[in-house]
């Protein structure tokens, strides 16, 4: 063996982990977010394992409106990559539209993909496990709405990444939706989180809408005050996301990143 | 459409990239952007179209300023093809062809599909995916895509690049014919100086990022003291070189 060759085969591996910083970041996070999720779920199943053993099905319908929102904000995301990789990007910047029109097509379409996901794995569940997360009723639709709208607005942040460091920004694409898992509350009530992240993870509409979740399957409960809050942070968060998705833009127009990107 | 180009300039950090250029291009008239690359030719295009944001000077179309104002309305009359651009790979040509004529708002959608695709020589390829497609019919789906608004004026980014010499000679002529038939202004970036002395009525000659030389074609031939364009863009390109 070569060992030259194989260090120079190394280096090309290196040199592009040294000179992308989402590729550091990406290889930091995944493990970081991995021990805070799972610590937090063992340890509240720890303190508390009698908490759902009344309920069946709380952790699998948690699991199919997050999948939800990973599909909506993936979905979301993975429509612009196809175009920065299919190497059309420059194509759609020409043409005669609107940076709202872009953001109102990309948020309407990715309506089809979520639930061309989700309408599956809902059904199915149905008779495997005998979970139907359509027992949450007409709350459904406004919890799925707040977590679109937010799935949607998680996609905007992470186009306008893409648009500002490029595709070196894919990895955080992906990433994304498991940094807010740990926070999001989905699995576990919000008690579970210290003090300190507990007052952050309530500026998060996830935290909202899966206790709202959890209180119509567990007690059957409904709040619609909670409910309407969470659709509302997620409102904000979309105004939010749609101003950095408008400066993004100006800023790559000032880079002329616009005209360049690809593969 | 008229396009007027005042001293236009962009800076990437610290580094100029188009250094206060001048240049107009009459109605109905083909004007070569030539230069060695790296010279700032892409990045004036890019101007021009509204992807890049000038650090100072202003482009004109039709008298009216490009700016965000009017962007939208001005692009809706323009159109670009490169090879280095693509379209979506996995979608057939009719399809391409189809979001594209709806998003700059064709009427007729499917007989200028049928018109482009006719004349371009694409009707037997409509249904199959562009990614299929051989670099020669690919470059010919994405002049009909240019083509699919009317555009008033068309930006071409080396139209025959890595084309056969049949291919591209089909390119040119099938562009000359446009041309004489239809209003259109056009900007050709190219590297082939046969192919400009062919189509172009003018020429602008960059060169790190400045205008070192413009006129017709035969004015710049006569005035380097050479045969043809070719040792003409050597003569002018290596000029510095020569000093040095």
Known sequence: MNWNKIYALSLRHIYLIKGSFPRILDLIYWPTIQIFLWGFISKFFTLSSSYYNNTVGIILSAAILY???FRSSISYNMMFLEEIWSRNFTNLFIAPLKLSEIIAALTFTAIFRTLIG???????????????????GTPLIFLLLALYIFGVTLGLLVTSGLIRFGPSFENIAWASLFFLAPLGCIYYPIEILPEWLQI?????PLVHIFEEMRNILIYNIINYVQIFKAIFISNLYFIFGVLVFYRSYEGAKNRGTLINMGE | MKLEVLNLSKKFNNVLAVKNINFSIEKNKTLGLLGPNGCGKTTSIGMMLGLITPSSGKIFIDNKILNSTNRINLLSMMNFASPYIELPKKLTVFQNLNVYARLYGVKKVKQRIEELTENLNLNEFLNKKTGELSSGQKNRVSLAKSLINKPKLLFLDEPTASLDPDVGDFVRKYLENYKSENELTMLLASHNMKEVERLCDNVVMMKKGEIVDKGTCKELIKKHGRDNLEETFLKIARSKDELE
């Open chain 1, 118 to 136: 989700l309408v599956p794995a809902a059904l199915i569940a149905i008779p495997l496990f005998g979970v139907s997360i359509f027992k949450i």
């Open chain 1, 200 to 204: 952050i993870s309530k500026l998060l």
């Open chain 1, 67 to 69: 999948d939800f929102l």
